[in-house]
């Protein structure tokens, strides 16, 4: 399997402050990653910094194979940022036209709307469930129908790889159930990559392929058995950490 | 009604007005969605030096108000990209800054008359075949620009990270849009005046989003809230003999009112 990301001695700071040390790893083709670590341990910065939505130190970053300032094929990855499930309600944005910004641009400046683009739209509407709710303004929407939504966006460009940061926030747990089955089915049946940054260890557990443990710097990346062990959480959170074993899918 | 049309001063003026408030009412809508709404106000102000430097110099008030505006545009947009200084913080500078310049450079003209009267607060009389012509191309091309670009800034105003990763290359439509917005202040100054046309640029869009429509469709009402204002406006400031863009700018501010009793719920 070919790599989609590679991190070489990745090292941020700003001021006198260090965020980022000496961050290396390299995410495969077809694998369900989650980044894991304490609020404010660098998590959502690492994925923007990996991104090019914010200029680090030192290090390399490849996205598939190609230096990241050098990459242009930007519709090959969907990201769904942190901020999504609480953005501004007055937002004068029907589901349609939220999902429909997905196919704004991939190579060109000047976007046309195709039959292809069309179809895309309607497909990646039906996906997620959201077909039902075009009409409606995405600010009128519940968390989950939101969270859909914005997924079906990244989603309509037909991506290689997906970026979600936090995308459960204020989701009740009924609705992450359903939202993780998805994400399941797309990394499964779509060989969709992809990369969560959660907190919901023991959720993801049952589905990722591999955790990166994420405080300042890369603590640990391997598979979730592991790396979920009571003493590494106590070491990643600085608590004491009790692990509770969970169900599994399969 | 139909005599004004007899005069040809009214012809250009209605012509110009139909023009700019198409065009101000596309660039408004993803200003304000932005939260950039005094962008406007500033740039209005800096275009007034423009106006200064050209009654100083005696040249063309509209082509030196676009290359002032233009600059300045450039100016804000680089410090709050690159310098991530606060938005509003850079606006307050030059907004004030400006307005200082221009009076500095107005009393060194010793010019404080009529004619700065009609560039603060807009005439139908001030719009010349020139300007007519020069609103009209402007016009056409910085439509075609909005239209090739709708979609993606949309994109930006809504998400301006999202747009980054899906490839819209963020940086550079935003100096597009301040440009566009800069000169669409800079040939809106003989109707509507320097320090009026901000209004006009964000009034018809906040009425608009008062309808809780999505984005076509509040553009689209935004563009009729401005269409109407501005001939409403040049219609009564014919009548009634009152400064052009202070009309234009009452008669949105009705629209708005009408917009918060019309949706009081929302």
Not at chain 1, 35 to 54: E, F, S, Y
Not at chain 1, 189 to 211: C, M, Q
Not at chain 2, 31 to 42: E, G, M, P
Request: proline share 2%.
């Amino acid at each position: 399997m070919s790599s989609v990301i590679s991190v070489q001695d990745l090292n941020l700071e700003l001021g006198n402050e260090t965020i980022l040390k000496d961050i290396s790893f390299e995410i495969k083709e077809g694998d369900y990653c989650a980044v894991i670590g304490p609020n404010g341990g660098g998590k959502t910065t690492l994925m923007r910094a990996v991104l090019g939505l914010q200029s680090y130190s030192s290090g390399a970053v490849k996205l598939f194979g190609k230096p990241l300032k050098s990459f242009k094929d930007w519709n090959k990855i969907g990201y769904v940022p942190q901020r999504a499930s609480n953005m501004d309600s007055e937002f004068p944005a029907t589901v349609r036209e939220v999902v429909c910004m997905g196919r704004s641009s991939g190579y060109s400046l000047f976007w046309k709307k195709d039959e292809e683009d069309v179809k895309a739209v309607n497909s990646a509407m039906e996906l997620m469930e959201v077909q039902d709710l075009q009409d409606r303004r995405i600010g009128e929407l519940s968390g989950g129908q939101r969270q859909r939504a914005m997924i079906a966006r990244a989603l309509v460009s037909n991506p290689e790889v997906l970026v979600l940061d936090e995308p459960n926030t204020g989701v009740d747990m009924v609705v992450q159930q359903k939202f993780y089955a998805l994400l399941r089915e797309l990394n499964k049946k779509r060989n969709i990559t992809i990369i969560l940054i959660t907190h919901d260890i023991g959720v993801v557990a049952d589905d990722i392929k591999s955790i990166f443990r994420v405080n300042q710097t890369l603590l640990a990346s391997d598979t979730p058995h592991e790396v979920l062990s009571c003493d590494d959480m106590s070491e990643l959170y600085g608590i004491h950490a009790h692990l509770v074993d969970g169900h599994s899918h399969d | 009604m139909i005599e004004m049309f007899e005069y040809d001063f009214m012809q250009r003026a209605f012509l110009a007005g139909i023009i700019i408030s198409i065009i101000s009412a596309i660039a408004g809508s993803f200003v304000v969605l932005k939260r950039y709404s005094l962008l406007a106000d500033t740039l209005a102000h800096v275009s007034l030096v423009g106006v200064s430097i050209a009654i100083l110099l005696d040249t063309s008030p509209v082509y030196m108000a676009i290359i002032v505006s233009v600059i300045a545009a450039w100016m804000i947009e680089y410090l709050r990209s690159y310098h991530k200084i606060y938005s509003d913080s850079i606006l307050a500078i030059f907004l004030s800054g400006s307005l200082a310049l221009s009076v500095i450079i107005i009393s060194v003209a010793n010019e404080f008359n009529s004619s700065l009267f009609a560039y603060l607060f807009g005439s139908i009389l001030a719009v010349s075949s020139e300007d007519l012509i020069l609103i009209s191309i402007a016009g056409v091309l910085l439509l075609a620009i909005f239209v090739i670009f709708f979609r993606s800034f949309f994109f930006i105003a809504f998400d301006e990270e999202a747009a980054q990763t899906s490839g819209v290359p963020v940086k550079w439509l935003n100096f597009l849009l301040v440009t566009l917005v800069a000169i669409i202040i800079a040939l809106s100054i003989r109707i509507v005046g320097t320090l009026l046309i901000g209004a006009l640029m964000v009034i018809p869009v906040i009425s608009a989003l008062r309808f809780k429509k999505g984005f076509f469709y509040t553009v689209i009402i935004a563009l009729a809230i401005s269409l109407i204002s501005v001939i409403s406006g040049l219609s009564l400031s014919y009548h009634y003999s009152l400064p052009s863009g202070a009309t234009i700018v009452a008669v949105v501010l009705g629209m708005f009112i009408a917009s918060m009793l019309i949706n009081r719920r929302g």
